[in-house]
């Protein structure tokens, strides 16, 4: 199932849809769409999941990505909609 992206980029809001069946998380997804190579983070990154907590791996991310110009990705909220009702 497709979510919707929010998020900001040198200072324009944006929207992108992701699906896990084309990005592993949605900071890939948000790389790709502005057209940012970030493979030499994806190595950084996985030598710092086999040493450290993810609370490391969490800071380096968010801290790379502010450097690259975003400053928020987030998923939308989804909207509930009870059985057997259908979006109009």
């Known amino acids: 199932m497709a979510r919707t992206i929010l998020y900001t980029y040198k200072d324009q809001d944006k929207t992108l849809t992701f699906s896990y069946e084309k990005h592993r998380n949605i900071h890939e997804a948000v ?19 086999a040493i450290s907590d993810t609370k490391a791996v969490r800071n380096y991310r968010d801290n790379h990505f502010k450097k ?18 259908k979006k109009s």
């Open 31 to 49: 790389a790709e769409a502005e057209g940012i190579d970030i493979s030499a983070y994806l190595k950084m990154e996985q030598q710092i999941e």
């Open 68 to 85: 690259l110009g975003f400053s928020k990705i987030t998923l939308a909220q989804k909207e509930n909609l009870g059985v057997g009702k």
